[in-house]
């Protein structure tokens, strides 16, 4: 049992360049969602699913994209990296909306 | 939307107790949640309150008013482990928003 999975742990783009995070989790966890954690602005939320077929946007979802095609994986799709999107991003699952999320360890992305 | 002020650090002396705050303002309350995150590690699951009052687990509790928008989390015996960042984060909207968190540091 796994848990959450998230790869890369380290990426460094060039502005422009695009990519896509993996997220896999093998709790069978409806909701799957998607942080990032800068500096003194603690997790903000990118995008979330509540189940397979089924995504919205968080706080901060410019420049993002996701999708979730099975109940398994959420991947996170950068579409042209900014160095604004530096940053810890972490993918997280939960059973349902009020149940404790699982993390993944975090994927450490810069753009230069 | 979903506002969330936590303290920004603190430092206390092992053996001590310590009480991290966190207020909140948020439509659709559905629950509380504390998490621990130490330096370059993902967040983990310390409590969860939905109800007011007080619930304890081992050397941490979690208090919650729901009419005060206000939680604390009680770290009791500390021990050089428990240094890292406290997270609080409101369940509303179909959503989980986090506080900035609240760095603590044990000192010997």
């Known amino acids: 049992n796994a848990g959450v999975t998230q790869t890369p742990k380290f990426q460094v783009l060039k502005t422009g360049q695009s990519m896509t995070l993996q997220c896999a989790q093998d709790?069978?966890?409806?909701?799957m969602s998607w942080y990032r954690q800068d500096p003194g602005m603690g997790l903000r939320l990118i995008h979330y699913?509540?189940?397979?077929?089924?995504?919205d946007q968080g706080e901060v979802p410019n420049g993002y994209n996701v999708s979730r095609s099975t109940t398994e994986d959420f991947p996170l799709r950068l579409l042209s990296a900014a160095p604004s999107q530096t940053s810890v991003y972490f993918c997280?699952?939960?059973?349902?909306?009020?149940?404790?999320?699982?993390f993944g360890n975090g994927t450490r992305l810069t753009v230069t | 939307g979903q506002n969330i002020d936590q303290p920004t650090e603190m430092t206390a002396t092992e053996g001590a107790i310590v009480q991290i705050n966190c207020t909140y303002q948020?439509?659709?309350?559905?629950?509380l949640f504390w998490y621990q995150q130490h330096a370059g590690e993902a967040p983990t699951f310390l409590s969860y309150?939905?109800?007011?009052g007080l619930e304890e687990k081992g050397r941490f509790s979690s208090f919650l008013s729901r009419s005060k928008g206000y939680s604390y989390l009680l770290l009791k015996e500390l021990q050089m482990k428990d240094s890292a960042s406290y997270l609080c984060?409101?369940?509303?909207?179909?959503?989980?928003?986090f506080g900035k968190g609240n760095q603590v540091v044990v000192i010997p």
């Open positions: 709790m069978n966890h409806e909701y």
């Open positions: 699913s509540v189940g397979a077929g089924i995504t």
């Open positions: 984060a409101v369940w509303g909207n179909n959503r989980l928003a």
């Open positions: 948020t439509s659709g309350f559905n629950g």
């Open positions: 309150n939905v109800l007011d």
């Open positions: 997280a699952s939960n059973q349902r909306g009020n149940s404790p999320l699982h």
